[in-house]
């Protein structure tokens, strides 16, 4: 039997709309095809789950080359030629480097293990980026042999790059720039940019192929002006003597997890009251964004006909977007190993326990909360009930849902727990074997026969 209270039933016409008192609003998340099969298949996540033993992640490495095409076709609907770099440290899996090379994408790494792992992958060094601050003298001389662009973020770190380039061979370089107004600790000011121009040796082994910068948030406005900002000192370094044709906008494009309605239905009325403990966060991700990846992407291009100078001067742009590759390409996978009943406010809901912990949905690591709803599998009858989901450890924090979810039924020992669009950081940036408890392996998703899929493991970490 289901915990909802009789009232709940007047609100079941409004589907935005959160049970009275205790049950938090749906926010259920957009779903692929490919997703829609896997939860309708009747054998496949209930056998993948019997094999694995535990909680793992599904990933469908098709959907992150479908969203390789997004962001190339913004690029050229604009007339900007550029080039699109994969930030790997969104998710370690080796399937994700393999589409990235299969589509012909470049990957941004920061350390010597990323270059590697991308190099394995099939990904070329020349469509490599690699970034990062105050690099190791073992990446920067494997970014030179694998001639490799090479993001240089201080005075110091060009002067180490001359050194080894010296010895080494050739390498490109770009500057990454101090956004203005900016307290961040990465970048270059405009004095320091000053002296790295007039230091690198037009004739010399380190050649100034543009420049880069990094921007938090999601407002396309402040990108294309700081992106104008890199055209003119491409335009200031070409008379000075620098090839200097290729500008680097980072990544942060935004990814929408659920409809406009239902993000507007929670943030307008979210109460301490629908989440165990009383639990107050001070801020979320934005789920909910009209203007995701390519479509973030093409209104950069378009403030200030961004697309146009680009064009007139003969500058490539460069994109290194993480999570937005990774949007509906995997979804995370708990089975319930038990249930108690627990009353707040005078009403009860159910509490799991699942069998990983919220190190694999990093959001709570980060005292905030992932929001989209997971999907009850299998689907079956029954009453919505509100549910929090808690982790199999020992400590009070360890919860993947303090938000109680309206599950459509009351979930029972066995269930799985099916999280979606988690392959974007969730599922292995603040992986850890707290406990002992392995970190959940990978499987990846493959067409097979028919509608029949294939899986196997991912051999990456």
């Known amino acids: 039997m289901g915990l909802i209270e009789p009232d709940a039933v007047a609100h079941r016409s409004d589907p935005t709309a959160a049970a009275p008192g205790i049950s938090a609003a749906p926010l259920p998340a957009h779903?692929?095809?490919?997703?829609?099969?896997?939860?309708?298949?009747?054998?496949?996540?209930?056998?993948?789950?019997?094999?694995?033993?535990?909680?793992?992640?599904?990933?469908?490495?098709?959907?992150?080359?479908?969203?390789?095409?997004?962001?190339?076709?913004a690029l050229r609907e604009a007339g900007v030629e550029g080039a699109v770099y994969y930030g790997k440290k969104a998710n370690k899996a080796d399937c994700v480097t393999r589409a990235c090379a299969d589509a012909g994408a470049g990957v941004d790494v920061a350390s010597a293990g990323e270059l590697v792992a991308a190099l394995a992958g099939g990904v070329r060094g020349d469509e490599l980026m690699v970034t990062g601050p105050h690099k190791s003298d073992e990446l920067i001389w494997l970014a030179i042999r694998h001639r490799a662009l090479l993001a240089v973020d201080s005075v110091e770190e060009l002067d180490r790059v001359g050194v080894l380039a010296a010895q080494a061979g050739p390498i490109r370089v770009l500057l990454r720039v101090l956004p203005r107004a900016s307290d961040s600790r990465f970048g270059l000011t405009s004095e320091e940019i000053a002296v790295a121009t007039a230091t690198l040796?037009?004739?010399?082994?380190?050649?100034?192929?543009?420049?880069?910068?990094?921007?938090?948030?999601?407002?396309?406005?402040?990108?294309?002006?700081?992106?104008?900002?890199?055209?003119?000192?491409?335009i200031e370094a070409r008379a000075l003597g620098h090839d200097a044709a290729v500008i680097s906008i980072g990544g942060g494009f935004a990814v929408d997890y659920v409809a406009a309605a239902r993000w507007s239905a929670f943030t307008e009325s979210v109460d301490r009251g629908w989440f165990h403990a009383d639990k107050r966060f001070e801020g979320y991700y934005p789920y909910h964004s009209p203007r995701p990846g390519p479509a973030m992407l093409a209104a950069i291009l378009r403030h200030g006909d961004l697309a146009a100078r680009l064009r007139s001067h003969g500058v490539r742009l460069a994109l290194e977007p993480g999570r937005a590759l990774l949007d509906r390409a995997g979804s995370t996978v708990f089975r319930v190993q038990g249930s108690k009943i627990r009353h707040a406010h005078g009403r009860p809901y159910r509490l799991l326990t699942v069998d990983g912990t919220s190190l694999s949905l990093s959001e709570q690591w980060f005292d905030s909360e992932y929001l989209p709803d997971p999907v009850l599998w299998p689907?079956?009858?029954?009453?919505?009930?509100?549910?929090?989901?808690?982790?199999?450890?020992?400590?009070?924090?360890?919860?993947?849902?303090?938000?109680?979810?309206?599950?459509?039924?009351?979930?029972?020992?066995?269930?799985?727990?099916?999280?979606?669009?988690?392959a974007g950081y969730q599922m292995d940036s603040n992986e850890s074997a707290f406990h002992e408890l392995p970190?959940?392996?990978?499987?990846?998703?493959?067409?097979?026969?028919?509608?029949?899929?294939?899986?196997?493991?991912?051999?990456?970490k």
């Open 439 to 460: 970190i959940p392996p990978k499987v990846v998703l493959h067409e097979g026969h028919g509608d029949r899929w294939r899986w196997r493991l991912d051999a990456g």
């Open 201 to 234: 040796d037009r004739e010399g082994p380190v050649t100034l192929a543009g420049f880069s910068f990094h921007l938090s948030g999601y407002d396309p406005v402040a990108r294309a002006e700081q992106a104008a900002d890199l055209v003119d000192r491409c």
């Open 31 to 73: 779903r692929d095809p490919w997703e829609r099969r896997l939860l309708a298949d009747p054998d496949l996540l209930g056998d993948i789950a019997f094999a694995i033993g535990g909680p793992f992640h599904v990933l469908y490495p098709d959907r992150v080359e479908q969203n390789i095409r997004g962001f190339r076709d």
């Open 379 to 422: 689907e079956r009858p029954g009453e919505p009930t509100p549910t929090c989901v808690g982790a199999a450890t020992c400590l009070e924090s360890d919860m993947l849902s303090w938000r109680r979810i309206p599950l459509p039924r009351a979930a029972v020992v066995g269930d799985l727990l099916v999280y979606p669009n988690t």
